[in-house]
């Protein structure tokens, strides 16, 4: 606990000096309110959300879009990276074509998605699970490629192969490699979600953030910013408690 005081309050340091800087910047003309509400303004609007039982609502509809894709890109990607890290032969047959999709920028997808999948959920989910997916493909598959090699012999001395070999020696020893695919999958997974949910959404973060611009709500446009800054950074401090525990058993 006493390690972790001294961290927090580093960790908050910056936010309020930005904070404070925000306050007094808003409150000395430079800019009008419309351009840059003050933060008294952003928990006002808050607080109108929260009443209107609006905030909650747009939080927990992103978040499950979120971690849903995130699940499903993480999955995948973890399974295709083990194949490509593990088989010259899948590499060779898959890498060129899964290299050239990591290529497209997220915003090309949308129009695709709306054509085969409609305006649903399906289509959103879809988009982020395309945004986690890449992340972890790529640090499994190259990680696997590194294990060391002596490691692997020695296993296969007594007898591992095929699953076994994976899930008790390659696999734990890339876990490191494994979550930092984990944390950047999760964090492509909050970027996605705002194209995800252009989608003609009517609820969530994103939708939030449109529609708010659309009508000149700026307060409510630094409201959801800072609400996607926020849950990103508490999903992705979990995710880091994981990663502890993990290594400490594993690596």
Same mark, same amino acid.
């Given at each position: 606990?006493? +390690?972790?005081?001294?961290?927090?309050? !580093?960790?908050? =340091?910056?936010?309020?000096?930005?904070?404070?800087?925000?306050?007094?910047?808003?409150?000395?003309?430079?800019?009008?309110?419309?351009?840059?509400?003050?933060?008294?303004?952003?928990?006002?609007?808050?607080?109108?959300?929260?009443?209107?039982?609006?905030?909650?609502?747009? %939080?927990?509809?992103?978040?499950?879009?979120?971690? @849903?894709?995130?699940?499903?890109?993480?999955?995948?990607?973890?399974?295709?990276?083990? !194949?490509?890290?593990?088989?010259?032969?899948?590499?060779?047959?898959?890498?060129?074509? %899964?290299?050239?999709?990591?290529?497209?920028?997220?915003?090309?997808?949308?129009?695709?998605? %709306?054509?085969?999948? $409609?305006?649903?959920?399906?289509?959103?989910?879809?988009?982020?699970?395309?945004?986690?997916?890449?992340?972890?493909? @790529?640090?499994?598959?190259?990680?696997?490629?590194?294990?060391? +090699?002596?490691?692997?012999?020695?296993?296969?001395?007594?007898? *591992?192969?095929?699953?076994?070999?994976? @899930? @008790?020696?390659?696999?734990?020893?890339?876990?490191?490699?494994?979550?930092?695919?984990?944390?950047?999958? !999760?964090?492509?997974?909050?970027?996605?979600?705002?194209?995800?949910?252009?989608?003609?959404?009517?609820?969530?973060?994103?939708?939030?953030?449109?529609?708010?611009?659309?009508?000149?709500?700026?307060?409510?446009?630094? =409201?959801?910013?800072?609400?996607?800054?926020?849950?990103? $950074?508490?999903?992705?401090?979990? *995710?880091?408690?994981?990663?502890?525990?993990?290594?400490?058993?594993?690596?």
């Amino acid at each position: 606990m006493g +390690r972790w005081l001294p961290r927090l309050g !580093l960790g908050l =340091l910056v936010p309020a000096l930005l904070l404070t800087a925000w306050q007094l910047t808003a409150t000395a003309g430079i800019f009008s309110a419309v351009q840059l509400p003050s933060p008294g303004a952003v928990y006002e609007a808050a607080a109108d959300l929260v009443r209107r039982g609006q905030l909650g609502t747009h %939080i927990a509809i992103s978040t499950q879009r979120v971690l @849903t894709g995130f699940a499903l890109g993480s999955a995948l990607g973890l399974v295709l990276g083990a !194949l490509l890290g593990l088989s010259r032969l899948a590499d060779a047959l898959l890498g060129p074509a %899964i290299g050239a999709l990591r290529a497209v920028p997220s915003l090309a997808w949308v129009p695709l998605l %709306i054509l085969w999948m $409609k305006i649903g959920e399906d289509s959103k989910i879809t988009l982020i699970t395309i945004g986690a997916f890449f992340p972890v493909f @790529t640090t499994v598959a190259l990680a696997l490629r590194h294990v060391d +090699r002596n490691l692997v012999e020695a296993a296969r001395a007594f007898g *591992l192969r095929g699953v076994k070999l994976l @899930t @008790t020696v390659q696999l734990p020893a890339v876990v490191p490699a494994v979550f930092s695919g984990l944390r950047l999958a !999760l964090a492509q997974s909050w970027l996605f979600l705002v194209a995800a949910e252009l989608i003609a959404s009517s609820m969530g973060l994103g939708f939030l953030l449109m529609d708010s611009q659309n009508n000149g709500r700026t307060d409510r446009m630094f =409201l959801a910013i800072i609400a996607l800054a926020v849950i990103g $950074k508490a999903t992705d401090a979990l *995710l880091g408690i994981a990663e502890r525990r993990a290594v400490r058993r594993w690596a």
